[in-house]
């Protein structure tokens, strides 16, 4: 099956990308009901079914069937920012409530006792929905967000370099394997959508999204604007075990033990995990802990009974060594 979304000119300039949190909590729904079909993010969901343990998220899990034929609009809205956080498309999906009946009547969700409260009570029911995405998010996504956020965002930087290499048709060409671009068309290879769309000069927004791999999304239906989720390079690598070595300069700052722990969180992490790694004792490893927090350098995420250490992205750049490589140009006392 092909669905076909066709552009005018006013479609190509109103084409635009963004980050949606969100979208990537209601995609990663699949993966963790259904980690067999995932082979890429299996690691991400094998780490994180444990924690969700401790999470209600029913009702999330009920809106995101598997297989996922399709989702209602007002759990995913497309983003109006490039950029959101998490609060402000929580704040969208809460102002939805007038959607709610005509979406769940347009989709195959399965209506189980939690949706039909939802359909019932829609101000209420959202209410429910994004308290769990919230829990949701901060057991499973937050201390991965960095990582993450820092690969949708050089997906985006990406095309924006082939679309000044080449236009839009470079930059559309090679989204996915399953999409083609051709005289003003976007087709796109879906499992259970096909037909002709117009824009409706609306233009299209790119979403990148890691947990939608290995699909293609997409959105038509008035009055969000069309949306195409789709998988960016590189997914597999946000999961390996990397061996870093600590920068000199980082370690002479920080201190080696502190620069170790920060190298040791290329995946969240406990205190126990971080202790038996680097060899020291839980106490110790916990106030050296505390001082990177301090500092901005990790943040903590507890759900339940785990308490999990990440690095920021201003940790990710003090590793790769991008604060670090430039060397000052001494100043010349000459007049």
Known sequence: ???????????????????????????????VKNPAAHPLLRPWAERVRRRLEDVDWRLLSDLVPVPTVSIAGFAC???STSMPDLELELATMRGAAARVRTDLDHIRTPRTRRVQALYDDPEKGLERLAEEVAGYWEAAMAPYWPKIRALLEGEILHRARLLAEGGAQRMLADLDASVTWADGTLRLEHRYVSGDRSLRGLGLLLVPCVFAWPRVFSV????????????PRGIATLWERRELDVPEALAAVLGRTRARLLAELDQPASTRDLAQRAGLSEPGVNQHLTALRRAGFCTAHRTGRYVLYARTATAEALLSGHYLDETPTPRSNSR
Do not use: C, K, W
């Open 77 to 79: 809205t497309p983003p």
């Open 1 to 31: 099956m092909t669905l076909d979304l066709h552009f005018t000119a006013r479609d190509v300039a109103n084409t635009r990308f963004a980050v949606s949190p969100l979208g990537e909590v209601i995609t990663s729904v699949r993966v």
């Open 220 to 231: 038509t239906t008035p009055p969000y604007q069309p949306t195409v989720r789709y998988p």
